[in-house]
């Protein structure tokens, strides 16, 4: 029974004897983890990077209309849409886990039937988080917005409702793709999604003069297309031992699996929604319309950074797992040094650029003086934010390798909410050190979060913790349900 119940996270594991053969000199080892990594982080960090340069690109052209327009835009897409999207994104994360270990057992048809409820758990949670797009003008104004910043957000936030409910089909369908190592499909279909999206957005905001409404639109088109192309492929014949067909074994054990989703969601939610509180927060602070845009364009250029380590979070979690799957330690350190050396020296080279162009920043977003000023003002604390991004997303990697996504779901809540938020509010309003303090409350939160986890990964390889990535039930069980059970 335990044979049946004990499956591989990601692969099988190579045998004893090869585990122990040791790769002579330190330089080749560092070679052999690094080709490893960059196998799973490549296609990773390239599909975010196209993605989230989408919704630059939009903010962007936003940005271009008028300073309130760029603020209506960044609290619609970073705020509501960013609030419901985290949450989806972190629902979405279960199937990390069950299509993984189902892939692992060779229970190939099982990744389409959690797929599809996936799906079903997603729908429902986007249902029930549409009023806050319908009504977010009321919610803004209750919460103590400007009425007008309030109602120029409410109409992006409707344009996007379309995106909200896309995310439904395409969140599940990239970890289904992901989890049989056909990320290239990803990247293929970002790759067609971007010139679609560039073109859609000039033509819709510049050539025909639609405004916000025509960005919001843009962005719409480019991930339904994205979607489709990945819809097709999956469903169309391009995974014929994973899909098999509608199932009504989608149905089946819906509540087990919104438990399942739950730690990896609060853990995705707790750290995207930090960054989200932070610009709306700054809207209250005198002069908001400026420090909503200065505080925006330097997260939307964090974020886009914030991209490629983000390809280490999964790349790192991948090597760690496996490692702590053959009860070796010392490999999962060694892959984590590696994976955070490389996003650290990544993040540096960055950083640099930040500071060397620190005068220039701005100028994709806006073209208001007070804009570009206010942001090169606050590009010293930029590049230092770019900097740590480096370390705290690979760390928390190794959390999630060594299953400890409540340890990161708690250490976020101490370091963002317990520590952050308070601590920014502080220094913003009791003594007015403005926008300044924001980008500094993100340090504070950050080194918290790297030394906590830290000091847990570390305490749980010194202990020799041989982790079991299993499932709650037995695959065996599993088929004869799947049979009893018709295919539609």
């Known amino acids: 029974m335990e044979s049946q119940n004990s499956v591989p996270l990601i692969s099988e594991l190579p045998e004893k004897g090869e585990r122990g053969k040791i790769v002579p000199g330190l330089a080749k080892e560092v070679w052999e983890e690094s080709k490893k990594l960059w196998e799973i982080v490549g296609p990773a960090v390239f599909m975010r990077l196209v993605l989230y340069a989408m919704n630059i690109i939009s903010q962007a052209f936003a940005g271009h209309l008028g300073d309130r327009e760029l603020a209506a835009f960044s609290i619609a897409s970073t705020v509501i849409s960013g609030l419901s999207f985290g949450l989806l994104l972190g629902m979405a994360s279960a199937l990390e886990t069950l299509c993984g270990q189902a892939y692992g057992a060779k229970q190939y048809h099982m990744l389409g039937v959690y797929m599809q409820r996936s799906w079903l758990i997603l729908l429902g949670f986007a249902v029930l988080l549409a009023p806050t797009y319908v009504f977010s003008e009321q919610i803004l104004v209750a919460l103590g917005q400007s009425p007008e910043l309030s109602r120029e957000t409410s109409l992006v936030s409707m344009y996007m409702l379309p995106l909200h409910f896309i995310s439904v089909i ?195 977003f806006s073209s208001s003086k007070a804009v570009i000023s206010a942001v090169d003002s606050i590009s010293v604390l930029l590049a230092l934010t770019i900097l ?79 982790l079991n990535f299993s499932l709650n039930f037995s695959f065996s069980e599993m088929n004869g349900r799947a049979k009893s059970r018709a295919i539609f």
Request: charged share 10%; glycine share 10%.
């Open 388 to 466: 740590l991004n480096g370390v705290q997303p690979v760390l928390s990697g190794v959390a999630v390798g060594s299953g400890w996504q409540a340890l990161v779901a708690y250490v976020n809540i101490g370091s963002y909410y317990l520590i952050g938020v308070p601590f920014g509010v502080l220094l913003a309003w009791g003594f007015h050190y403005g926008v300044l303090v924001r980008i500094f409350t993100l340090h504070i939160s950050n080194m918290n979060d790297v030394h906590i986890i830290f000091k847990g990964c570390s305490f749980s390889w010194v202990k020799g913790l041989k």
């Open 170 to 364: 395409l969140l599940p369908l990239n970890k289904f793709l992901q989890c049989q190592l056909k990320n290239w499909v990803t990247a293929v279909t970002t790759v067609a999604g971007f010139p679609v999206h560039v073109v859609a957005t000039w033509l819709l905001v510049q050539h025909f003069m639609l405004g916000l409404f025509g960005a919001a639109m843009a962005l719409n088109l480019s991930w339904a297309l994205i979607t489709g192309l990945q819809l097709a492929y999956a469903i169309g014949g391009g995974c014929p031992e994973t899909w098999k067909g509608f199932s009504a074994l989608a149905f089946v054990d819906l509540k087990d699996f919104v438990k399942l989703s739950a730690a990896s969601g609060v853990m995705l939610c707790l750290e995207s929604w930090y960054y989200r509180i932070l610009i709306f927060l700054t809207a209250y602070m005198k002069n908001a319309e400026l420090a909503v845009d200065a505080l925006s364009i330097c997260l939307s250029l964090a974020g886009w950074e914030m991209m490629i380590h983000l390809g280490f979070l999964a790349g790192t979690g991948v090597r760690v797992a496996n490692e702590l799957g053959a009860a070796n330690g010392k490999g999962a350190r060694f892959a984590t040094i590696v994976s955070a050396t490389t996003s650290f020296l990544i993040s540096i080279f960055i950083s640099l650029l930040a500071l060397i162009f620190h005068d220039k920043l701005a100028l994709i």
